[in-house]
């Protein structure tokens, strides 16, 4: 039997010391580093090819669900086993849902740990036992389609840069605001969504991506509903948040029953268009370091039935041969984009 290999991530010492006489006692093991911090960690996973992480995510300089986000997607075949104090429902489902293979209180018996080391690692999900209860009392409570609070553009921006794994300090750099602004926002932020950490924000975003929907012309989820049978989700990709707002501005003036959402980059639209599968996205061509026809594809590869748009302000006719082969079924130009070519792009995705 080869080898398993494994990193320990702990900021302390003593449950490191703790975790490592655990595992040992386990055949084929062997411990490749131990770490007791984000950026360490990062660090050793580039340096160590391993199988197992076994990781506490309340780490300084970590966030835990960019961070897990980040290293499934990086490290497709490592298991990753959480070994935490936390017993909060929604960070431990927050946790799963970016992908960790288990879940275990650091309050549990040695034993158990060992077993969810095992189970892990044959490919199955493992969730402490204490936590088992939790989850499906918090499923039956959840039975009931939650109201989407209503949030303002400044929230809905914090919650997008959240979404995208930024800091506090990034934020603040982003939005040209002090960190403790951003500090009282994501406050008030919390409190709009019924949550009480950046982490249980997150959580809460993965399970209701329509929270970062505005309604067309009035942000008020109400109006948008007072239409159904005109109901429309558009993604605008646009690296220009005025131009989103223009253009989310000229939407809604011709159908305030649209439901808007944004996105600066292509992994937020391709994050977006997974979960909210729009009936229509409209793609600039040209993305800051990024292709809006790549974006295109993304899209189109996460959510078939949406009719994708592509706008530029310099058309070209190669980009038109990339953006039909990569699904695009129009194109705009920036510069004749007004009310009735907005009007004509949405009645055509309305069917």
């Given at each position: ?32 580093a ?50 935490s ?28 740990l ?89 959580s ?9 929907a505005a ?18 989700a ?23 029953a ?27 061509v ?36 990339l953006?039909?082969n ?8 920036k ?17």
């Amino acid at each position: 039997m080869s080898t398993i290999r494994v990193i320990l991530a702990d900021d302390h010492e003593i449950v490191r010391a703790g975790l490592r006489n655990a595992l040992l006692q386990l055949p084929n093991l062997e411990v490749m580093a131990e770490v007791g911090s984000g950026p360490a960690l990062l660090e050793a996973l580039v340096q160590h090819p391993i199988d197992l992480l076994i990781v506490d995510v309340a780490m300084p300089d970590f966030e835990p669900i960019a961070a897990m986000r980040q290293i499934k997607v990086q490290y497709p075949n490592v298991r990753v086993l959480v070994v935490s104090a936390h017993a909060d429902e929604s960070y431990v489902v927050g946790l799963l849902d970016v992908g960790v293979d288990g879940y275990h209180l650091k309050d549990q018996p040695l034993a158990d740990l060992q077993l969810a080391v095992q189970r892990v690692l044959a490919g199955e999900r493992w969730i402490s036992g204490p936590l088992v209860d939790r989850l499906l009392h918090r499923r039956s409570a959840n039975a009931l389609p939650p109201l989407v609070p209503q949030l303002t553009r400044r929230q809905h921006e914090l919650l997008r840069l959240l979404a995208q794994g930024h800091d506090n300090r990034k934020i603040a750099q982003v939005t040209g605001l002090s960190i403790k602004t951003i500090e009282n926002h994501l406050t008030r932020l919390y409190q709009a969504l019924g949550v009480y950490s950046r982490s249980e924000a997150l959580s809460y975003l993965m399970h209701h991506p329509e929270v970062l929907a505005a309604a067309g012309q009035t942000a008020d989820p109400a109006r948008a509903e007072s239409d159904p049978g005109k109901s429309l989700a558009v993604l605008l990709v646009d690296d220009n948040p005025r131009y989103r707002q223009q253009l989310g501005r000229m939407i809604g003036k011709t159908y305030p029953a649209t439901l808007l959402y944004e996105a600066d980059d292509v992994a937020e639209a391709v994050r977006l268009a997974e979960g909210i599968k729009p009936q229509l996205a409209l793609i600039d061509v040209v993305l800051t370091d990024e292709d809006g026809i790549y974006c295109a594809r993304r899209v189109k590869a996460v959510s078939p039935a949406t009719r994708v748009v592509l706008i530029n302000a310099y058309p070209d006719r190669e980009f038109h041969r990339l953006g039909l082969n990569a699904g695009a079924v129009a194109f705009l130009d920036k510069k004749d984009l007004d009310a009735a070519a907005v009007r004509h792009v949405i009645d055509d995705a309305l069917g």
